[in-house]
């Protein structure tokens, strides 16, 4: 989280939470992993004991100041449990993306993609227009991609979603047409909530060979998505030509209106992101 949050909206926040209230701290003690904490820029008056309420000066019970960011903290932490990140992407954020190798070299394209990231979550508004991410394999883009959605969650207290578009998904649809499946007749529930969900990262797109019903499916997803004006995140190893193939340029022409383009080539990314 940026200062940009705060030029852009011209109040004075906070240079650590960018004015959210809660950062993630990543640091990992004896028996704790990284969490969710409240910023030292909230007041706190109760201890941070529920119900959060402390005696002021006149000995008047008070509802404390931290009690709403306490609440956003539960809620936020709930949106990450729901997320369906890779254990590896959950946490992830801004800082983590490396602009420069270990050795100091600079990463080719990180700082670009890097500023893009930074606008996007220090924006004053929530996007609606999200990113397509493409270039070969290894360059950090699901991480990116990741670290997008984690940010906007974070920021907004809104939840986001990362699905893999493995066989295993369209799998996963095909179940709802089946009698025996316990998803049987689930189609549109579950096609519906991606369609809802406010953030969505669409990670390796184009690598399901395309069954006219798979791409009709993705199809239908994208171009709900572009009508609602979701923000969404889309990840692909392949070359734009084959991703304009798929479904006769329909799915393409839709991406292109609701993403910005953004090419991550390299050969070293992988190396310096981990
Ligand atoms: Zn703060
Ligand atoms: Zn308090």
């Not at 909230?42 to 609440?71: L, M, N, T, V």
């Not at 360059?139 to 906007?152: D, F, Q, S, Y």
């Not at 799915?251 to 292109?256: D, P």
Request: net charge neutral; glycine share 8%.
């Amino acid at each position: 989280m940026t200062q940009s949050i705060a030029a852009a909206s011209g109040r004075t926040a906070c240079t650590k939470c960018g004015g959210v209230g809660i950062f993630y701290d990543p640091r990992v003690e004896v028996g704790r992993y990284g969490q969710l904490q409240l910023c030292g820029c909230i007041e706190c008056r109760c201890g941070g004991q529920a119900p959060y309420r402390y005696w002021d000066d006149d000995s008047r019970s008070q509802w404390c100041h931290c009690r709403s960011y306490r609440r956003k903290m539960t809620e936020t932490n709930r949106l990450f449990r729901q997320a369906d990140m890779p254990e590896r992407y959950k946490w992830k954020f801004i800082d983590d993306f490396h602009i420069v190798a270990p050795d100091g070299t600079p990463i080719k394209l990180a700082d670009t993609v890097h500023r893009y990231i930074e606008t996007l979550i220090g924006a004053e508004a929530e996007p609606r227009r999200g990113c397509l991410l493409y270039g070969n394999p290894g360059t950090g883009k699901t991480l990116l991609g990741c670290i997008a959605i984690n940010e906007l969650m974070l920021r907004w207290t809104k939840p986001g979603r990362y699905l893999s578009l493995s066989l295993k998904y369209f799998q996963k649809l095909r179940d709802t047409y089946s009698e025996d499946s316990v998803r049987y007749g689930q189609t549109w529930q579950i096609l519906e909530e991606l369609c809802n969900m406010p953030y969505l990262i669409l990670d390796d797109f184009g690598i399901q060979r395309g069954t006219e019903w798979e791409m009709e499916m993705l199809y239908d997803l994208v171009d709900a998505r572009y009508g609602d004006e979701r923000f969404t995140v889309v990840t692909t190893n392949k070359p734009l030509e084959e991703i304009k193939a798929l479904s006769h340029g329909r799915i393409y022409s839709r991406l292109v209106e609701m993403c910005q383009l953004i090419p991550m080539d390299g050969p070293d990314y992988r190396l310096h992101q981990q």
